[in-house]
Structures are given as structure tokens and as C-alpha cells.
């Protein structure tokens, strides 16, 4: 159980083109998903919290005009990067939390997807 | 600011030797640890856990220790094997919500 999917898993794309990602947790309910990149070589950094039926989080520093998140249901987020530049490039990871975890002791275990991989040129 | 650091960028250890890899936490506010394997190209793989309440956890060859004194986590990997080589990223969470990665260690293992 606790399987998150990202597609696609890797994309390539023009510079100035959109580009969407999307998480899915496949056999769970997720109220909260959250989004993250990774250079090469360096941590997860945390862009934004998705809540689902809601607006996104964003970390500081992060253009919630450039990174679109959409949470429209409790399986499902996305994360379209707009007007992509070579710099965009990076390894987009999202991760899930279980909606009915609540009364575990876990509190804040979360699920991280296989990550796609974006490469603008 | 509060952060999170690992003492060791790499480690390389003979394969059946035991590894150790340390996390150093800042946010004396966290109350739940959790250790994390990335392979090359993939997200990153739950590996243990720990919650503040508690300073020693054992899994499947993995130990987690944890001593709130000195906001110091670790690691311990019994009889390393060549698939444990990756790179492993402790986590920090509060306020059931905020999550913290560290730098990461990579693990070399020599057979």
C-alpha cells in the first residue's frame, strides 16, 4: 500500500512551453500532497504544499505564477511549470500523506513519488 | 536558521561491514525523524522512523538513534550490502505538516 505515481517520469521540452506534471497516490486518499525539486547532487527542497480543495502553499522564494499547483481531488495533484527555461531544469519529486493517518503516531509520514525528470532546452 | 546537516557527504564501507551515517538537527521544535534511501534517477524510499519519545528504533538491519540532548540522529546499517549504496537524507518534521531534508551521504559499499 501507500504507492504514489508521478507521469511523466521524465519530460523534455522547448524553452518558453509549459509543462505538466502530475502526482497521484494510487491506494490512498491524500488531502495534503507536497511538491519538491532536487538538483543534481543536492537535497529536496520543498516548493509548495498542494491541499487538496484549497490554494497551494508556497516556500519562500518559489513564483506561484511559474509553478502552477492544481489539487482537485484527494488522489490527484499537478504541477504545470509555465513559460519553461533551461534553469527550470531539475528532478520534480511530489510526496502524499494519508488523509486517515491521523491517529497514528506518524505524524507526518509522508510518501514520495519515483520523481520526473524535466529537461528544458 | 534551523537546519538540518549530515557530518559526512560520503561514506564508502566494505560490503558485511556496519555503516554509520549522522545527522546533525537544529529546530529543537521537531518531534519526528525519518531516514530516507534515494537510488540514482528515483524518489526517495521511507526507510525507518523515529518519534521524539523515543531515543533507539530497529528495523531490518537498520537502527535509528536519536539523542535530543545534542539534536543528533543516526543511521546504523548492519552487515552493509552492495544494494544499500545510495544516498540517504534524514528528514526532520513539526507541527504535523513541515518537513526538512539534510544534505545527504552518499554510501559507497566495496565488495
Known amino acids: 500500500g501507500a504507492v504514489v505515481s508521478q507521469h511523466p517520469s521524465w519530460v523534455i521540452c522547448k524553452s518558453g512551453t509549459s509543462v505538466k506534471i502530475e502526482c497521484r497516490s494510487l491506494?490512498?486518499?491524500?488531502?495534503?500532497m507536497f511538491w519538491y525539486r532536487q538538483f543534481p547532487k543536492q537535497s529536496l527542497m520543498l516548493m509548495a504544499t498542494s491541499n487538496e480543495g484549497s490554494k497551494a502553499t508556497y516556500e519562500q522564494g518559489v513564483e506561484k505564477d511559474k509553478f502552477l499547483i492544481n489539487h482537485a481531488s484527494l488522489t490527484l495533484s499537478t504541477l504545470t511549470v509555465t513559460s519553461a527555461h533551461p534553469e527550470d531544469s531539475s528532478f520534480y519529486i511530489c510526496?502524499?500523506?494519508?488523509?486517515?493517518?491521523?491517529?497514528?503516531?506518524?505524524?507526518?509520514?509522508?510518501?514520495f513519488g519515483p520523481g520526473t525528470r524535466l529537461t528544458v532546452l | 536558521g534551523e537546519s538540518v546537516g549530515l557530518h559526512l557527504p560520503t561514506l564508502s564501507v566494505q560490503e558485511g561491514d556496519n555503516s554509520i551515517i549522522n545527522c546533525a538537527y537544529s529546530n529543537s521544535a521537531s518531534d519526528y525523524f525519518i531516514w530516507y534511501k534515494q537510488e540514482s534517477g528515483k524518489g526517495p524510499q521511507f526507510i525507518i522512523d523515529?518519534?521524539?519519545?523515543?531515543d533507539k528504533r530497529q528495523g531490518q538491519r537498520v537502527t535509528v538513534l536519536l539523542n535530543k540532548t545534542v539534536k543528533h540522529l543516526s543511521l546504523q546499517i548492519a552487515a552493509t550490502q552492495p544494494g544499500d549504496s545510495a544516498v540517504y537524507f534524514c528528514?526532520?518534521?513539526?507541527?504535523?505538516?513541515?518537513?526538512?531534508f539534510g544534505a545527504g551521504t552518499r554510501l559507497t559499499v566495496k565488495p
Open positions: 523515529i518519534r521524539s519519545n523515543m
Open positions: 528528514a526532520e518534521s513539526w507541527n504535523n505538516n513541515d518537513m526538512r
Open positions: 510526496s502524499a500523506r494519508d488523509s486517515l493517518a491521523g491517529g497514528r503516531l506518524s505524524y507526518n509520514e509522508q510518501f
Open positions: 491506494d490512498f486518499q491524500a488531502t495534503t
